[in-house]
C-alpha cells in the first residue's frame, strides 16, 4: 500500500500572509519539493509573480502567520492599519 502523502492539496493553494512580505500579502503555492522528511512549497506572488520563495509546508500551517485563501485585512480583523508597531 503506498503512503499518504503529506499536504496533498498544497499544489495551487492560495495563503494571505498576516504581515506584508516583500511587499505583498497574498500568494500561490506553484510547486513543492521533498527534501527528505521535509516539504517545502514555492510561494509565488498573485501581484508580482518575480516575488517568489520557499517556506516549509508545515510553516504554513501557523495561523498567526499565514490564513488560508485570499483574505482582505478586514476578514483577518487587522482593519486598515497594517504597519508592525514595535515597543520598547
Not at 42 to 63: G, H, L
Request: some cysteine.
Amino acid at each position: 500500500m503506498a503512503k499518504k502523502q503529506k499536504f496533498p492539496h498544497l499544489l495551487g493553494s492560495k495563503w494571505t500572509a498576516t504581515q506584508k512580505m516583500w511587499g505583498w500579502r497574498h500568494f500561490q503555492v506553484v510547486n513543492r519539493k521533498h527534501d527528505g522528511k521535509w516539504i517545502f512549497a514555492e510561494m509565488v506572488s498573485s501581484c508580482d509573480p518575480d516575488v517568489r520563495f520557499w517556506i516549509n509546508a508545515q510553516a504554513i500551517k501557523d495561523t498567526s502567520q499565514w490564513k488560508p485563501g485570499w483574505q482582505s485585512l478586514a476578514e483577518m480583523g487587522l482593519g486598515n492599519n497594517d504597519e508592525l508597531v514595535l515597543i520598547e
